[in-house]
C-alpha cells in the first residue's frame, strides 16, 4: 500500500488531477479510507504492519476519568455528582437540584492531591453498589482502607487530582488522544483488569457459563501461590441469571487462551514488564503468572523482564512488537501513595520512545486498570449477563499517527471503548485473527489513529522527575495492589 500523506491527499481532494486521485473517490484516499474503517492496519500472516511494528501497554492504577480528567477542556468530565444522603456527612453546601433522585444530595468535586491517603473499596460488590442500577451515586458509601481504613468515603470519593500534579497526563492529551469513554471490561478490582488486557475475559469454560471476578484470596496471584487453599471468586450464568460465588472459584493459575497464543502463533514478539520482587520470579503483579502456559514454560524465562529493563531496552534496540508495562509501587498512581512519581514515570517512557528509532511506528497506550473507587458521571453502558463492562477509566494515546485535534492540537475520542478495543486493535495489526472473548465485541481504538496523515515529529513531555531518576531508582519490592 502506497502512503500518502496529508498534503497529497489534499491535493487530490482539490485537483483531482494528480495520478491515482481522478475524478469521484480517489482510489489511494479509498484504499486508505477503507484501512483505517476496517482496522486493517497490518498486513496479516504475521509479517510487519504497515504502519505501526510496536505496541505499548503502560498500565497505570485506579483512578477514574473523572478524577484525573474532570476539568479537562472538551472532555465529558463532571464538575459534581449526586450522593445519597446516607454516604455520609458533608460540611460543603449541598443541593437536591441538578436532576439527582429523590433523597440524594448534589455533591460539588473538589481538588485533591495525588498522593491522597485514601484507598477506597472498589471489588466487584463495590460497583454494584456505586452504580446503583445506574443511578451512579452510591461512590460515598465506600469503605477504605490505608489510613482511612473504617472510614465511609463519603464526599472524599468525590474528587478531582490537582491538575498541576499530573502535568505530564494533560501535556500529553493536549498533543495526542484522550479517550473519554474507556470502560473497563469487568466492574471488578486489579486482578481480573489485568487478565482482560491479556486475554479480553476471564471466562473458564466452553459454554461461557463460569467467569473469574475479583482476586484471589492471597498473594501471589498466580501459579506461584504456594498455598492450595488459595482461590478466586466466581460468577456463574444459570437459568438468565447471575449468581456469584466469593471465595468460591478455583484457584488462580488458568488455562484460557491470551493474546500471547495469537502473537505466538504468527511470531510476533511480545514481552510482559512487571516489577521486581524479593523472590525474583517476578510473579508478584504479573498477569501472565496466572497463565500456566508461560507460568510453566519457557517464555516466563524469556518474555517476562523487570519494570526497571523496560527503558534500558528502549535505548538498547531490544523493545518487542508488543509489550505490557506494569509499575513499580513506587511509581504507581494507586491511591494511598505518598508520592507524585507516576506521571513522570509514565513521562519517561513516552519520551524514551519519542527519542529513539522505535517513535516512527509505535503506538503507546496508557490505560488505568479500575476506578478505584472514585466518583465517575457516565453510566457505563451494559453489554452482557456479567453486568457488561465496568466504570469508565482514562486513556491516553501517543503515536506519531495519533489523530490531531483543531489546530493540530490533542484529540478526544468520544468512542465507547473498553480494554478489549486495544486487544482488537493489536490484532488487527499483525493480522492475528481474534481470541473470541470481548476483542469479538469491542470498536478498536483504531479511529483514533490517522494512517493518512504526516508522521508528527516527537515533542518531549515535560515532567518533574527525569528519565535519568527511574533509570537509577531502586525497586520497592511491594505490591501494586492488593484489591
Known amino acids: 500500500m502506497i502512503r500518502i500523506t496529508r498534503y497529497a491527499l489534499a491535493a487530490c481532494v482539490a485537483l483531482a488531477l494528480l495520478p491515482g486521485c481522478g475524478g469521484g473517490s480517489?482510489?489511494?484516499?479509498?484504499?486508505?479510507?477503507?484501512?483505517?474503517?476496517?482496522?486493517?492496519?497490518?498486513?496479516?500472516?504475521?509479517?510487519s504492519s504497515k504502519y505501526i511494528q510496536h505496541v505499548v501497554?503502560?498500565?497505570?492504577?485506579?483512578?477514574?476519568?473523572?478524577?484525573?480528567?474532570?476539568?479537562?477542556?472538551?472532555?465529558?468530565?463532571?464538575?459534581?455528582?449526586?450522593?445519597?444522603?446516607?454516604?455520609?456527612?458533608?460540611?460543603?453546601?449541598?443541593?437536591?437540584?441538578?436532576?439527582c433522585p429523590s433523597g440524594d444530595q448534589w455533591v460539588a468535586l473538589t481538588e485533591e492531591d495525588l498522593a491522597e491517603k485514601c484507598d477506597w473499596s472498589h471489588g466487584r460488590h463495590n460497583f454494584l453498589t456505586d452504580y446503583d442500577g445506574g443511578a451512579m451515586d452510591e461512590f460515598g458509601t465506600e469503605g477504605g482502607g490505608n489510613k482511612c481504613s473504617g472510614q465511609k468515603a463519603g464526599t472524599k470519593a468525590y474528587v478531582y487530582t490537582n491538575p498541576s500534579q499530573i502535568a505530564p497526563y494533560w501535556a500529553i492529551a493536549g498533543q495526542y488522544v484522550l479517550a473519554d469513554h474507556m470502560f473497563q471490561t469487568q466492574g471488578s478490582g486489579s486482578f481480573t483488569a489485568h487478565q482482560d488486557l491479556i486475554a479480553g475475559g476471564t471466562i473458564l469454560n466452553p459454554t461461557k457459563t463460569h467467569s473469574v471476578v475479583d482476586f484471589p484470596t492471597s498473594m501471589p496471584w498466580g501459579c506461584d501461590n504456594t498455598d492450595t487453599k488459595t482461590v478466586t471468586s466466581?460468577?456463574?450464568?444459570?437459568?438468565?441469571?447471575?449468581?456469584?460465588?466469593?471465595?468460591?472459584?478455583?484457584?488462580?493459575?488458568?488455562?484460557y487462551a491470551t493474546l500471547r497464543d495469537l502473537l505466538d502463533a504468527k511470531s510476533v514478539s511480545w514481552t510482559y514488564y512487571s516489577p521486581p520482587e524479593p523472590n525474583g520470579t517476578g510473579a508478584l503483579w504479573n498477569a501472565f503468572d496466572a497463565i500456566k502456559a508461560v507460568r510453566d514454560g519457557p517464555e516466563w524465562k524469556?518474555?517476562?523482564?523487570?519494570?526497571?529493563?523496560?527503558?534500558?531496552?528502549?535505548?538498547?534496540?531490544?523493545?518487542?512488537?508488543?509489550?505490557?508495562v506494569v509499575p513499580d509501587d513506587n511509581n504507581s498512581d494507586h491511591p494511598a501513595v505518598t508520592h507524585d512519581l507516576g506521571p513522570s514515570w509514565v513521562a519517561s517512557i513516552v519520551n524514551a520512545i519519542g527519542e529513539s528509532s522505535y517513535w516512527d511506528n509505535t503506538a503507546i497506550v496508557v490505560v488505568w486498570d479500575d476506578w478505584g473507587g472514585f466518583y465517575d458521571n457516565e453510566p457505563p453502558p451494559f453489554f452482557d449477563h456479567w453486568g457488561g463492562v465496568g466504570f469508565r477509566v482514562p486513556m491516553l494515546l501517543i503515536s506519531p499517527y495519533a489523530k490531531e485535534g483543531k489546530g493540530h492540537k490533542g484529540y478526544i475520542s468520544h468512542t465507547k471503548y473498553e480494554f478489549g478495543s486495544i486487544l482488537k486493535f493489536v490484532e488487527n495489526v499483525w493480522g492475528l485473527g481474534q481470541l473470541g472473548t470481548t476483542d469479538t465485541r469491542a470498536?478498536?481504538?483504531?479511529?483514533?489513529?490517522?494512517?493518512?496523515?504526516?508522521?508528527?515529529?516527537?515533542?518531549?513531555?515535560?515532567?518533574?522527575?527525569?528519565?535519568a531518576y527511574f533509570?537509577?531508582?531502586?525497586?520497592?519490592?511491594?505490591?501494586?495492589?492488593?484489591e
Open 302 to 324: 524469556t518474555n517476562i523482564r523487570n519494570s526497571t529493563d523496560l527503558l534500558s531496552d528502549i535505548s538498547g534496540g531490544k523493545l518487542a512488537n508488543v509489550a505490557w
Open 57 to 99: 501497554i503502560v498500565i497505570q492504577e485506579n483512578r477514574s476519568f473523572d478524577n484525573l480528567f474532570a476539568t479537562y477542556p472538551g472532555a465529558d468530565g463532571a464538575t459534581g455528582g449526586c450522593m445519597k444522603t446516607s454516604s455520609g456527612s458533608d460540611p460543603r453546601p449541598q443541593t437536591t437540584s441538578h436532576g
Open 26 to 47: 480517489p482510489p489511494l484516499l479509498r484504499q486508505a479510507q477503507d484501512d483505517i474503517a476496517r482496522g486493517n492496519t497490518g498486513s496479516g500472516g504475521g509479517g
Open 234 to 255: 466466581l460468577l456463574i450464568w444459570e437459568h438468565k441469571t447471575v449468581k456469584g460465588f466469593f471465595d468460591g472459584g478455583p484457584f488462580p493459575c488458568f488455562t
Open 471 to 482: 533509570l537509577h531508582q531502586k525497586p520497592s519490592y511491594l505490591p501494586v495492589d492488593s
Open 443 to 467: 470498536t478498536s481504538i483504531v479511529d483514533s489513529f490517522d494512517f493518512t496523515q504526516a508522521p508528527r515529529k516527537f515533542t518531549p513531555i515535560s515532567s518533574t522527575y527525569s528519565r
